[in-house]
């Protein structure tokens, strides 16, 4: 492909799925560029100068699934398990809010007992009612990743949360292909995964008044061009408002070890592409630079930022669990402290072109039009002229 070609071919209004797949499969250092400088420019104009955060609270690695690919997963027996205590979780959630975080992210490994899910209710209750404050007047915005649920006990958080405006839930397909779903998810147990639940699960979400998020892993063994441009118009189908990807990564943990995994430059550049092409495709979503970027490369999240991410979700664990909660090798940050996380990130988004959206929930752009509502009001001005910041805590 010549760069006239590429150029014409990013201008075009719709793009169908051969296109798709010819900007997946972009190689050529020029070409890649071109596709990652339209991207960013689609999600300027779209969704403003802004990066939101969502500090990521990874609650407990107890797991009852079996997912091949998950470094946590039940059967492996080598990771020492663990479960945060409420206060500790509070604790971490009241912090974020305290430091313009808008919002935060409540993960763990997925269990279905009433204990689990009356103990998340009530971390929620007590989040809600700590971090509510002229800063944050409803509270902080939560999102959930808790795994496959009952409709009911997604309409249970739903109420707990107690701020049905910025409330959102994350659950991966994985992938589209059920072939390769079935390949990834084929250990017997008594969880078991099927695709056809995991979408009636995004369904239920959205009855629920979730902001529904999915996503799914690139570069797993023997998924191709054609299934990551699957994946893209089952987003479509399924109307999501917000995307979370990133690049599949071997894990010693994990029962995949034996297929391997590409070639971790090739894995990078696939994965910019397919978030590229995601905003292409997809429009005012919400879009997270996946950690696993940065297991690959350094500045990976700053480059999936480059690509059309507005969602980057700094770990607020402190350093004592980190090492209990590696989903895949070579996970970031292990030795780093919240605070550390903090500062540093947002010298590297500000390297790329954008800044963090202090103290805004950053609701999907897709839900709130959706919705009918409004779009939320952008601060004031961060900085000065001379590039000092004026106020980083502000009410809006
Ligand atoms: N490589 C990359 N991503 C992984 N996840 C789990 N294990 C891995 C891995 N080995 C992702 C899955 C899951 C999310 C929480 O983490 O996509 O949905
Ligand atoms: Fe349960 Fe990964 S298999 S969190």
Same mark, same amino acid.
């Given at each position: 492909?010549?760069?006239q ?11 169908n799925? %051969? ?17 990652? %400088? ?20 990874? +609650?407990?690695n107890?797991?009852?699934a ?5 470094g946590?997963? /039940?059967a492996?027996?080598?990771v ?9 979780i ?17 993960q763990?490994g997925?269990?279905? %007992?009433?204990k689990?899910?009356e103990?998340?209710?009530s971390c929620?209750?007590?989040i809600?009612e700590?971090?509510?404050g ?8 939560v999102?959930?990743?808790l795994?496959?649920?009952?409709e009911?006990?997604y ?6 949360c ?15 292909n ?11 147990g008594?969880?078991? /995964?099927?695709?056809e639940?995991?979408f009636?699960? +995004? ?17 797993i063994?023997?998924?191709t ?15 999501v ?6 690049p ?15 070639e ?8 910019l592409?397919?978030?590229?092409v995601t905003r ?6 919400n ?5 696993a ?15 059309g ?5 700094p770990?607020l664990?402190p350093q004592?669990f980190?090492?209990?909660?590696q ?7 292990l030795d ?6 903090a ?11 954008r800044?963090?959206?202090w103290?805004m ?5 897709h839900y709130?039009?959706?919705?009918g509502r409004? %779009?939320e009001v ?6 000065t ?6 106020i980083?805590?502000r009410?809006i």
């Amino acid at each position: 492909m010549t760069p006239q070609q590429l150029a014409g071919l990013l201008k075009k209004p719709e793009l169908n799925d %051969d296109d798709i797949v010819t900007l997946l499969g972009l190689t050529d250092p020029g070409l890649c560029g071109m596709l990652r %400088d339209a991207a960013f420019a689609r999600t300027t104009e779209l969704l403003g100068p802004y990066v939101y955060y969502r500090g990521l609270i990874e +609650l407990s690695n107890i797991c009852t699934a079996n997912c091949r690919y998950c470094g946590i997963r /039940k059967a492996n027996h080598a990771v020492k398990r663990y479960t945060m205590t409420q206060e500790e979780i509070v604790e971490q959630a009241v912090w974020a809010a305290r430091n313009g975080y808008g919002s935060v992210c409540l993960q763990s490994g997925e269990r279905h %007992d009433e204990k689990f899910i009356e103990f998340i209710c009530s971390c929620l209750r007590e989040i809600h009612e700590k971090t509510k404050g002229p800063l944050l007047p409803k509270g902080v915005g939560v999102t959930l990743s808790l795994g496959d649920q009952e409709e009911e006990v997604y309409r249970r958080w739903a109420e707990a949360c107690g701020n049905p405006e910025s409330l959102r839930y994350l659950a991966r397909f994985e992938t589209s292909n059920p072939k390769l779903f079935a390949m990834l998810h084929s250990t017997p147990g008594t969880n078991e /995964k099927n695709l056809e639940h995991r979408f009636a699960c +995004l369904r239920s979400l959205r009855r629920c008044g979730y902001q529904v998020g999915s996503g799914v892993m690139i570069g797993i063994p023997g998924q191709t061009l054609e299934d990551l441009a699957h994946d893209i118009r089952t987003f479509q189908e399924i109307d999501v408002d917000m995307i979370g990807m990133g690049p599949y990564l071997r894990s010693e943990g994990n029962d995949l070890e034996s297929l391997g995994q590409m070639e971790p430059r090739a894995l990078l550049q696939l994965a910019l592409n397919m978030i590229a092409v995601t905003r292409l495709v997809m429009g005012p979503v919400n879009i997270a630079a996946a950690t696993a970027l940065q297991a690959i490369r350094d500045d990976g999240r700053e480059m999936g930022i480059e690509y059309g991410c507005n969602i980057v979700m700094p770990n607020l664990s402190p350093q004592r669990f980190r090492k209990g909660y590696q989903l895949y090798d070579n996970k970031p940050c292990l030795d780093d402290e919240p605070t550390h996380c903090a500062s540093c990130l947002e010298k590297r988004i500000e390297s790329r072109g954008r800044s963090v959206g202090w103290n805004m929930s950053g609701s999907s752009r897709h839900y709130l039009r959706r919705m009918g509502r409004p %779009d939320e009001v952008k601060p004031a001005k961060d900085y000065t002229p001379d590039g000092k910041r004026l106020i980083r805590l502000r009410a809006i």
